[in-house]
Structure formats: structure tokens, C-alpha cells
């Protein structure tokens, strides 16, 4: 018998027909001798409709409230889920953020969950019953009701398999599993067969939205294995796992993109102690988030800096350094919106020599000219022309060999 926790997006829960399709397939597991405990997400588009109508009233809505409307999207699903299992003569219990004990700090939005305490949760287990507890909601230290932040479910649910000691987390979802590449930019990309947490990570801020970043960090912190696989098919998906020293046996597991930066140039910057500190002071104020920076050797006392920022916060930046550009006494502020990130990412690229040089040569070899450069332990991404992304990636996924499933190592 395992203890197994799964959670079903909104879109496997998105209409009646779904719910009673998904409360099945709980059913069957269920029937195989496994406790389950069930995450939901609300409803598709729930969540978003709720969101516009307190907008109608208000652009800026009071948060706190906010909270308190956004978390009935998932009082709906886990309400009709609990009544279906029901109707099919299975016991089972519905329980709200709040009912599970699911405790969170205080920021509305986006709290962060602190503990749960699982009795409540246990003792429905012990009772025979199916527990279904609400994703993405908990309550505060003053009871009110907070959410996580969007796509929250799936912290919810690794929260809980953590809490449990569950064998697995099962995120259920509209996808197969994690792709060595988006499918829809290159159909040779193919499902793996596991990844571990620091490559799920890059992957995931790189844009692949199986995942919410937050849940992978949960599971990494608390080594809670993610089993990502399709709700509506019995196949095996992708382990998200501790890594194995059998990862290391290729050098690129991945390829990702990211056509949602943008990018600054600082021209003829006093080279001099604190200027990068005040030129950056305005943006970082204004809660940009900063991606990649580069700064060059300096030539005669001067320098050019230059860094990304989210294609969103373009304009509010090019202001905002501009005008601190004059003041520290740089010549010119250049930007550029069409660019896009590639990266190739990989354990593996901690053992494995000549990596870097391998994807610059595969790009040159297309006439793609890289922007900029920047690399961690496991990744390196370049910045390239926007309109040269889907050729890069699907040239980088040719040269580190991904186009064929690898074997099985578990
Ligand atoms: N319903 C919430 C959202 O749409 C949480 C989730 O789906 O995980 O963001
Ligand atoms: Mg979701």
C-alpha cells in the first residue's frame, strides 16, 4: 500500500464530465490499496474570471479580499469532486485550506506556506476515506485566507506529500511529462524519463510551465519525488527526482528558450566604485527583476554594462536608467526588446569538457550571432536575435543528441 498524493490542474477538472472521469481514475488507485490524498485546482478559467471581476470594480483590488474571492475557484472543484466520489459509493472528504491546517504567512497573493498539520487529513486517511483538499489556499496567522501565487496547486500538493511522508506526488496535467524541448517548437523533442530538481528548476524559469517553480524548490528542500503525467492516460510521465549519478552520462538534458527579455546597454560608464550600485539602485527599487549582466573591461576609465530585464518592465527601465545614466555621467542608454534567451541545460555539464564551445560552433555554424553569454554551474544561455529562437533550439537539441529517447537508468 503507498500513501500518494495527486493534483489535477484545472483543465482536468474543467468541466462535469471531467470531474467524474477524474474521480474514476482516483477510484481505481484507490481500489489498488493506495491512501489518496487529492490536490485540486479550481476549475479552467475560473481563477482568471474571478480575478476580472474584481477588476470591473476595482483595477487595484483590495488583496486581502482578493484572497478571499480567488480561493472559491477551488471550493467549487473539490466540492463537486467529493460529491462524485460519493455518488460512485466511495467515502470521501473535502477540506478547504483552512480545514486541512495548511498554515501560511502573511502575504496575500503570494504567501508562503509555513507547516501543516496533517491530523485532520490522517485521521479521514484512517477512516478509509478519499481526503480532497483545495490547492493553492491556507490561512494566516490572523485566520484570514491567503493564496500562493498563481499555479499554486502544485506547491499545495508537494506541501502535502512532503507533510504525509507520501511515497509520491503525482501532478496530473494536461501534458505527458517534461520535454527535452517545447514539442511545439521541435517535434523530434521527446519525454524524459526523469530530471533532476536543479534542472527542473532552470527549466521551469526558463519558461517550461509544466511545473510552478515554487512547488520544485519544495520538493527539492524536502526530497519529495514529482511524478508529472497525463490525467487522461495510464502511461508513465517524467520523474523529477533527487539527482542520480547516472544523470551526469549525457552532458545537455535540455533546451530551453525565453522570448520574454529584454535587453540594456549602459554606453561609457565612468568606471568607478559605486556606479553599477546606483545605476541599478532605481530599478531594483521599482522591483524589476534583473536577469543577466555583463559588464566589459574598461577602456581609458570607462565601461559598457548591460543586462536583461523582463519584455514587460522595457519602457519603466530604459526611463529609469536613462535618467540615472545622465547623472553617474554615461554616455548613452541603448535597448533592444527583440532578443531571446536560449539555454542548454544539464548536470551532466558539471563532467563533461567542451560543452560551451560545442553550442557556440553549432550556432555559428547557422549564422546566429550571440548577444550575450552567461552560464551556471549547469546551464548556459545565450541571448540571440528573436527571430533566430526556433532555429537555435532546434539546432542545439540536433547537436547534443536529443533527438532519440534515452535509455532507461532507473
Ligand atoms: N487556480 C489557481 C490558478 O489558476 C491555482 C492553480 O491552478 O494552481 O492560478
Ligand atoms: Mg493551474
Redesign the pocket.
Known amino acids: 500500500m503507498a500513501r500518494i498524493v495527486q493534483k489535477y490542474?484545472?483543465t482536468s477538472v474543467g468541466s462535469i464530465e471531467k470531474i467524474k472521469m477524474v474521480a474514476e481514475r482516483v477510484i481505481e488507485a484507490c481500489r489498488e490499496g493506495n491512501q489518496m490524498v487529492v490536490v485540486l485546482?479550481?476549475m479552467a478559467g475560473?481563477?482568471d474570471g474571478l480575478i476580472a471581476m474584481a477588476k470591473e470594480i476595482n483595477p487595484d483590488p483590495d488583496l486581502r479580499e482578493l484572497d478571499v474571492l480567488m480561493s472559491t475557484?477551488?471550493q467549487v472543484s473539490v466540492a463537486l469532486f467529493a460529491i462524485a466520489l460519493k455518488s460512485l459509493g466511495y467515502e470521501a472528504r473535502s477540506l478547504l485550506g483552512f480545514q486541512a491546517a495548511i498554515h501560511t504567512d502573511d502575504l496575500y497573493g503570494k504567501a508562503r506556506i509555513r507547516d501543516i498539520e496533517i491530523d485532520r487529513i490522517t485521521r479521514n486517511l484512517d477512516a478509509g476515506r478519499i481526503v480532497i483538499v483545495a490547492?493553492?489556499q491556507g490561512l494566516n496567522a490572523r485566520g484570514d485566507i491567503t493564496t500562493l501565487g498563481?499555479?499554486?496547486?502544485?506547491t499545495t500538493a508537494v506541501a502535502l506529500a512532503a507533510a504525509l511522508d507520501a511515497d509520491v506526488c503525482e501532478i496530473l496535467t494536461d501534458v505527458d511529462g517534461v520535454y527535452t524541448t517545447d514539442p511545439n517548437v521541435y517535434r523530434k523533442a521527446q519525454k524524459m524519463d526523469f530530471i533532476s530538481y536543479d534542472e527542473m528548476l532552470e527549466m521551469a524559469s526558463m519558461g517550461a510551465k509544466v511545473l510552478e517553480i515554487r512547488s520544485v524548490e519544495f520538493a527539492k528542500k524536502f526530497n519529495v519525488p514529482i511524478h508529472v503525467r497525463s490525467t487522461f492516460s495510464k502511461e508513465r510521465g517524467t520523474m523529477v527526482i533527487a539527482e542520480i549519478k547516472d544523470m551526469e552520462k549525457v552532458a545537455v538534458s535540455g533546451v530551453a528558450y525565453n522570448k520574454n527579455e529584454a535587453r540594456i546597454t549602459i554606453r561609457k560608464v565612468p568606471d568607478q566604485p559605486g556606479v553599477a550600485s546606483r545605476l541599478f539602485d532605481p530599478v531594483f527599487k521599482a522591483g524589476i527583476v534583473v536577469d543577466m549582466i555583463v559588464q566589459n573591461t574598461s577602456q581609458d576609465g570607462f565601461t559598457d554594462l548591460t543586462f536583461t530585464v523582463p519584455k514587460g518592465d522595457f519602457y519603466k527601465t530604459m526611463k529609469l536608467v536613462s535618467d540615472v545614466g545622465k547623472d553617474v555621467g554615461a554616455e548613452t542608454v541603448l535597448g533592444d526588446e527583440d532578443i531571446a534567451k536560449v539555454s542548454i541545460i544539464g548536470v551532466g555539464m558539471r563532467v563533461h569538457a567542451g560543452v560551451a564551445k560545442k553550442m557556440f560552433s553549432a550556432l555559428a555554424e547557422k549564422n546566429i550571432n550571440i548577444i550575450m553569454i552567461s552560464t551556471s554551474e549547469i546551464k548556459i544561455s545565450c541571448i540571440i536575435e528573436e527571430k533566430y529562437t526556433e532555429l537555435a533550439v532546434r539546432v542545439l537539441h540536433d547537436t547534443f543528441g536529443l533527438n532519440h529517447a534515452k535509455e532507461e537508468i532507473l
Do not use: H, I, N, Y
Open positions: 490542474g484545472g485546482s479550481a475560473q481563477t475557484g477551488e490547492g493553492f498563481r499555479g499554486g496547486s502544485d
